[in-house]
């Protein structure tokens, strides 16, 4: 297959390099704070910007399909179609058929306005109508009714004799940047009020009080609920021990898993649970129990009209070569936000790997996060039962849009001409609920969904969430899957540091760096020498919830890609155990950076289709083989 190479600046014109293309070397690292604030502020901006886009180009698409559903029906038929997607696009607050001027037909609506929309709307709804008189297509800029933001779409019919307008309300915008101020650390712990945890920030060494006025303060910066532990003991208590503990501690709950338990006290803090426990004889250890974070951050770029000329052209050399001499050509999915905004796919060699394999259905995927929109049109199919270790008796549903994101990453129906395409066709997605709708979850939320998605046949294990202290509870649910042949894969952090980040530092776990279109770095990744490999996190278009889209950034956003990848080699090669797993993705990564392994990449850039081969004894790398770089035993 013939491609052009692009010219460096083209690239940068487009906007998606600018903030995201710099060094990978000590002086991306020794950013300054000021610095780090405005480039998270502005990639905040940019994020809210293109997931507008991605919300004006997916309405389009829709009305487009609405289009074909109303061919040769009648009034009353219509009026049900506008109202059923109104029902499953919320943000389509009105939805009008206009006929042609020539067929005397009246206009069908759908939706109430109230009079301040209805007034701003008004100009733009007459454009609108004049468009629809030419058969062309009419996008309005963005109008405010009470600090939200809105705009009008109008599609003529391929035949001309009708057009719809939609008049879309874009919460999605604003929902999206105050996720990602959280997430980015734009807003503290501190400033959180609503969110019904207790939480103490301390320094991850000394477990010393600390305030985070600044994002740089984030870093070795730990979080955990000011009057609660995690305690495990030799052996499970009696009901005896437990009366005892509670007169004595004055606990009002008591949590438990196996020998492990979480006690918490009416007014003791932390520490003095610490220490009452520490005097006890029948204690392995007693820790605070930790708060874990999502780690995205926000990220948007302009379209991407570039792709295809570019594409794939920031590749390295050998890449490249491997690209010209390949025989198979790749698989390019009919997903209608693919070409213009999933840059990812292709750098990492998935589309050529598809030739090789697709997924499997019988190999399950869990994503241990905020939940997934169980209704989402583009994972329709591609989820199995779930759990939600927030509420027992509730679904794991998701009330923030991470685990969404990031389960679209993985698995996003392919080749169905909407939305975006996964990464695997076929691998069914497990949501497990871990994170509430505040973006953060205990050590003991962490630990039973990690168990919990062992149990119910989970093969491979996504967390895209961290914190930097090292938790002996959550470690053992780690070694219990891990030794349960479970592949495990986490996110290594957001705050542009050397600092161990977990689960992702345990050695049972493959630790993701993300990398920008550039194959540089992210500046916001973290690193070190426990980073096994990278994948792309900047700006990577995916599912949202209520059937909506949108542009993400963060180590969140490269994990699902490592683990995607996991899930397709276990497909490849039922037989291959967790190790054997991680080894190949290690010894197949394009190189990048520093020659051999190093602290920004790891290994390199996952290669999809190099891994795959392996996996099928058909590279040069097979399974089974020695490995050609030993797994680290500790990290």
Same mark, same amino acid.
């Given at each position: 297959?013939?491609?052009?190479?692009?010219?460096?600046? @083209?690239?940068? /014109?487009?906007? +998606? $390099?600018?903030?995201? !293309?710099? =060094? #990978? *070397?000590?002086?991306?690292?020794?950013?300054?704070?000021?610095?780090?604030?405005?480039?998270?502020?502005?990639?905040?901006?940019?994020?809210?910007?293109?997931?507008?886009?991605?919300?004006?180009?997916?309405?389009?698409?829709?009305?487009?399909?609405?289009?074909?559903?109303?061919?040769?029906?009648?009034?009353?038929?219509?009026?049900?179609?506008?109202?059923?997607?109104?029902?499953? @696009?919320?943000? /389509?607050?009105? +939805? $009008?058929?206009?006929? !042609?001027? =020539? #067929? *005397?037909?009246?206009?069908?609506?759908?939706?109430?306005?109230?009079?301040?929309?209805?007034?701003?709307?008004?100009?733009?709804?007459?454009?609108?109508?004049?468009?629809?008189?030419?058969?062309?297509?009419?996008?309005?800029?963005?109008?405010?009714?009470?600090?939200?933001?809105?705009?009008?779409?109008?599609?003529?019919?391929?035949?001309?004799?009708?057009?719809?307008?939609?008049?879309?309300?874009?919460?999605?915008?604003?929902?999206?940047?105050?996720?990602?101020?959280?997430?980015?650390?734009?807003?503290?712990?501190?400033?959180?009020?609503?969110?019904?945890?207790?939480?103490?920030?301390?320094?991850?060494?000394?477990?010393?009080?600390?305030?985070?006025?600044?994002?740089?303060?984030?870093?070795?910066?730990?979080?955990?609920?000011?009057?609660?532990?995690?305690?495990?003991?030799?052996?499970?208590?009696?009901?005896?021990?437990?009366?005892?503990?509670?007169?004595?501690?004055?606990?009002?709950?008591?949590?438990?898993?196996?020998?492990?338990?979480?006690?918490?006290?009416?007014?003791?803090?932390?520490?003095?649970?610490?220490?009452?426990?520490?005097?006890?004889?029948?204690?392995?250890?007693?820790?605070?129990?930790?708060?874990?974070?999502?780690?995205?951050?926000?990220?948007?770029?302009?379209?991407?009209?570039?792709?295809?000329?570019?594409?794939?052209?920031?590749?390295?050399?050998?890449?490249?070569?491997?690209?010209?001499?390949?025989?198979?050509?790749?698989?390019?999915?009919?997903?209608?936000?693919?070409?213009?905004?999933?840059?990812?796919?292709?750098?990492?060699?998935?589309?050529?790997?598809?030739?090789?394999?697709?997924?499997?259905?019988?190999?399950?995927?869990?994503?241990?996060?905020?939940?997934?929109?169980?209704?989402?049109?583009?994972?329709?199919?591609?989820?199995?039962?779930?759990?939600?270790?927030?509420?027992?008796?509730?679904?794991?549903?998701?009330?923030?849009?991470?685990?969404?994101?990031?389960?679209?990453?993985?698995?996003?129906?392919?080749?169905?001409?909407?939305?975006?395409?996964?990464?695997?066709?076929?691998?069914?997605?497990?949501?497990?609920?871990?994170?509430?709708?505040?973006?953060?979850?205990?050590?003991?939320?962490?630990?039973?969904?990690?168990?919990?998605?062992?149990?119910?046949?989970?093969?491979?294990?996504?967390?895209?969430?961290?914190?930097?202290?090292?938790?002996?509870?959550?470690?053992?649910?780690?070694?219990?899957?891990?030794?349960?042949?479970?592949?495990?894969?986490?996110?290594?952090?957001?705050?542009?540091?050397?600092?161990?980040?977990?689960?992702?530092?345990?050695?049972?776990?493959?630790?993701?760096?993300?990398?920008?279109?550039?194959?540089?770095?992210?500046?916001?990744?973290?690193?070190?020498?426990?980073?096994?490999?990278?994948?792309?996190?900047?700006?990577?278009?995916?599912?949202?919830?209520?059937?909506?889209?949108?542009?993400?950034?963060?180590?969140?956003?490269?994990?699902?890609?490592?683990?995607?990848?996991?899930?397709?080699?276990?497909?490849?090669?039922?037989?291959?155990?967790?190790?054997?797993?991680?080894?190949?993705?290690?010894?197949?990564?394009?190189?990048?950076?520093?020659?051999?392994?190093?602290?920004?990449?790891?290994?390199?850039?996952?290669?999809?289709?190099?891994?795959?081969?392996?996996?099928?004894?058909?590279?040069?790398?097979?399974?089974?083989?020695?490995?050609?770089?030993?797994?680290?035993?500790?990290?």
């Amino acid at each position: 297959m013939r491609r052009q190479k692009v010219v460096l600046h @083209h690239i940068a /014109m487009t906007g +998606l $390099i600018l903030l995201s !293309a710099c =060094s #990978s *070397g000590p002086e991306a690292r020794r950013m300054e704070p000021e610095a780090e604030l405005r480039y998270k502020q502005a990639l905040v901006a940019q994020d809210m910007a293109t997931t507008g886009e991605l919300c004006r180009n997916q309405c389009l698409i829709h009305v487009n399909s609405l289009h074909a559903s109303l061919k040769d029906q009648d009034a009353g038929r219509i009026q049900d179609k506008l109202r059923q997607m109104q029902q499953s @696009h919320e943000h /389509m607050i009105r +939805l $009008i058929w206009t006929p !042609a001027a =020539s #067929s *005397g037909g009246s206009e069908i609506i759908s939706g109430k306005l109230n009079k301040d929309i209805a007034q701003a709307a008004a100009p733009y709804l007459e454009e609108a109508r004049k468009s629809a008189a030419s058969s062309k297509t009419y996008l309005s800029p963005n109008f405010v009714i009470n600090q939200k933001p809105y705009f009008v779409a109008s599609v003529p019919s391929s035949d001309k004799k009708s057009a719809i307008t939609a008049i879309v309300k874009q919460t999605i915008v604003q929902q999206v940047s105050n996720h990602q101020l959280k997430n980015l650390r734009l807003k503290s712990f501190n400033d959180e009020q609503k969110t019904g945890w207790k939480i103490k920030s301390v320094d991850t060494e000394t477990l010393q009080p600390r305030r985070v006025a600044h994002p740089e303060e984030h870093e070795g910066t730990s979080h955990y609920e000011r009057h609660d532990v995690v305690v495990q003991f030799h052996r499970a208590l009696k009901d005896s021990d437990l009366s005892r503990i509670k007169l004595e501690t004055g606990a009002t709950k008591i949590k438990q898993i196996g020998d492990t338990y979480i006690i918490t006290a009416r007014t003791l803090e932390a520490r003095q649970l610490m220490d009452y426990f520490r005097k006890r004889t029948d204690v392995r250890f007693v820790e605070p129990h930790y708060i874990y974070e999502s780690n995205d951050l926000s990220r948007g770029t302009k379209p991407l009209g570039w792709f295809f000329d570019w594409w794939p052209g920031g590749k390295s050399d050998r890449s490249q070569k491997r690209h010209e001499a390949a025989a198979e050509p790749d698989v390019i999915p009919n997903d209608a936000l693919f070409s213009k905004y999933q840059w990812n796919l292709p750098i990492t060699d998935t589309l050529r790997g598809w030739n090789v394999n697709k997924g499997n259905q019988d190999i399950t995927v869990a994503v241990i996060d905020t939940g997934v929109d169980l209704d989402h049109e583009d994972l329709k199919g591609q989820l199995v039962e779930g759990f939600n270790a927030i509420d027992s008796t509730g679904k794991p549903a998701d009330d923030v849009g991470h685990g969404t994101h990031v389960a679209g990453i993985i698995g996003a129906q392919v080749n169905n001409g909407l939305g975006v395409a996964g990464m695997t066709w076929y691998n069914k997605i497990m949501p497990v609920k871990v994170l509430d709708n505040s973006g953060v979850g205990s050590t003991y939320a962490v630990a039973q969904g990690i168990i919990w998605a062992t149990d119910h046949g989970a093969k491979v294990i996504n967390m895209s969430l961290g914190n930097y202290a090292s938790s002996d509870f959550l470690h053992e649910a780690i070694k219990y899957a891990y030794n349960k042949d479970v592949v495990l894969i986490a996110a290594s952090g957001n705050d542009n540091t050397e600092r161990p980040g977990y689960p992702a530092a345990y050695p049972e776990v493959f630790a993701v760096g993300a990398t920008d279109s550039g194959n540089k770095r992210a500046p916001f990744s973290n690193y070190g020498d426990y980073i096994d490999a990278a994948a792309p996190g900047v700006s990577i278009a995916s599912t949202y919830p209520n059937n909506q889209y949108a542009a993400l950034s963060g180590t969140s956003m490269a994990c699902p890609h490592v683990t995607a990848l996991a899930a397709l080699l276990r497909s490849a090669n039922p037989s291959l155990k967790n190790t054997e797993i991680m080894d190949i993705m290690r010894q197949t990564a394009q190189d990048l950076g520093s020659k051999g392994r190093d602290n920004d990449f790891g290994y390199g850039l996952i290669d999809v289709e190099r891994a795959i081969q392996s996996a099928t004894g058909k590279g040069p790398v097979q399974a089974g083989s020695p490995s050609a770089v030993p797994v680290p035993a500790v990290r």
